[in-house]
């Protein structure tokens, strides 16, 4: 059984998030006021489902807000299928988006897919690789003892190319890698997580996303 918040301004939307959930014995709690909600408030879930359209306060901006002090997956709802809008959501740190109306099989398959993914077996808390330091445990990359602060997609990026320093990811390979096979993003978004990457090390005077034309990206 896993804890899974729901945040929608539509009851009705709520209801059946709640029952298709139960079906896989998920226990389920619903808000529908987002503006209201504090960072304690979504705090010691395993999943957040979050809608964008929401009055006062909107998903992505709601996202931003908790991103830092939540590390359990996070599922937009929304019934925005343009590029634009889902590369902007994703870049603030959710996994993946769900688009409005969804049925019973694609829910439950793509929540259950993300909570699979977050009980992987861990590996060994703390390694230096070249000029960062990779603390897996708490998901985050230090530069000397500067933290490099990056969503929680940009920190898988950099932990999949780091750990394969010698292999070079194609596009196709990093989004397996982060949305697993089942994943409903766009490929251009990682185009867009390895440029906004880039641009945080480039801060600290280092670049260790090299691309290699035609084929991918490696960490050097």
Request: with cysteine; proline share 2%; net charge negative.
């Amino acid at each position: 059984m896993f804890k899974i918040l729901a945040i929608d301004d539509d009851r009705d939307i709520l209801t059946l998030i709640g029952n298709i959930l139960q079906l896989d014995q998920h226990l389920v709690s619903v808000r529908d006021q987002v503006h209201q909600l504090t960072i304690e408030d979504v705090q010691g879930y395993d999943l957040i489902l979050l809608d964008v359209m929401m009055p006062q306060l909107n998903g992505f901006d709601f996202c931003c807000t908790i991103r830092d002090a939540v590390d359990c997956p996070i599922l937009f709802l929304t019934a925005r299928s343009e590029e634009e809008a889902i590369v902007q959501g994703l870049m603030t740190g959710a996994d993946d988006y769900i688009t409005k109306p969804f049925g019973v099989k694609e829910l439950r398959a793509r929540v259950n897919a993300h909570l699979r993914r977050e009980k992987r077996e861990k590996r060994p808390s703390r390694q230096q690789i070249g000029d960062f330091t990779f603390d897996f445990d708490l998901r985050q990359i230090w530069i000397d003892d500067i933290q490099l602060h990056l969503t929680k997609n940009e920190y898988k990026i950099c932990e999949c190319l780091a750990r394969n320093r010698h292999h070079v990811f194609t596009r196709e390979e990093i989004y397996e890698e982060i949305y697993g096979m089942d994943g409903n993003a766009l490929y251009s978004t990682i185009t867009e997580f390895i440029r906004s990457i880039r641009k945080k090390c480039k801060e600290h005077n280092r670049m260790p996303i090299t691309t290699v034309w035609g084929v991918g990206y490696r960490w050097e």
